[in-house]
């Protein structure tokens, strides 16, 4: 089912089959996308919204010397670009990082949910104040951490995040990211990143090499990120 | 209801500079994270320590000492 991960294992919020079935039913394509691709520019106007079945993405937004800031990353499950749904422009681009399947949803058909299944409506709601709780986690990690604690703290979102979905085991995930990719999303240079990995094995915190992480402390990693887990709302 | 002291208050913790493939990398302190070319590093370092005199002046202490 394209839809099995959307919302899965949320605190307080559960989709019953029918909803799945009836958000199943609002996708009219599934593309394959290259990793890398640009897939909703902003300003663009949009009649519709993306749902992540498979593979990584990310907003993004770059400065006037073309450096790139990621401002979110996205699991499978995701609804992407749900603000796009009120908002129908967004203020910053959406793209590949790995290839990725994903399911476009009109929002014609969303029209549709919120009038006829207000319920699932909700549930859509509480999908873009979960990426606002995340965003606020952006915020803190780069406002206050430092180099090691940044990189900590996103590696213990994302493994918890990806937990979440089936996609890791608690202790080792797939990550086909690039060390350029995480000194974006964490505002270091890729010297730094590097740096900063090196130092995470040799404290035998965690271990992240031929995109696989592998976190041997989860207790130590957390600490060293002051990484919390309660803002992602994940039914434990 | 409880009180928030949370002001910002100067850091007294020097930052931490170490050398990767050829560029300097600086942590901390308060979530610094640069990292700058040997030359920008050194320039750097020479504004901090002419900017940590001119500040030790102003309140009448003498420089490398942290009593305010």
Known sequence: MLTERFLRNKRNVSLSLGERECLEAAISEVQTIEPRRVLVKAGDKLDHSTLLIDGIMSRHIDDHNGLRQLVAIHVPGDFVDLHAYPLKTLDHDVASMTTAVVGMVPHGKLDDIISERPQLGRKLWYATLLDAAIHRAWLFRLGRLAAVGRVAHFLCETNARLAAVGLSDGRQFPLALTQTNISEICGLTHVHVNRVMRQLREERLCIFRLSVVEILDPVGLAARGQFDPTYLYIDQ | ?68
């Open chain 2, 1 to 68: 209801m409880t009180h928030l002291n949370n002001e910002r208050r100067p850091e007294t913790q020097p930052g931490v500079a170490s050398a990767e493939d050829g560029l300097v990398i600086l942590d901390g302190p308060d979530g610094v994270a640069v990292t700058m070319t040997a030359a920008a590093a050194a320039e750097t370092g020479h504004n901090l320590v002419e900017a940590a005199r001119a500040a030790q002046m102003q309140i009448g202490t003498t420089p490398g000492s942290d009593e305010n």
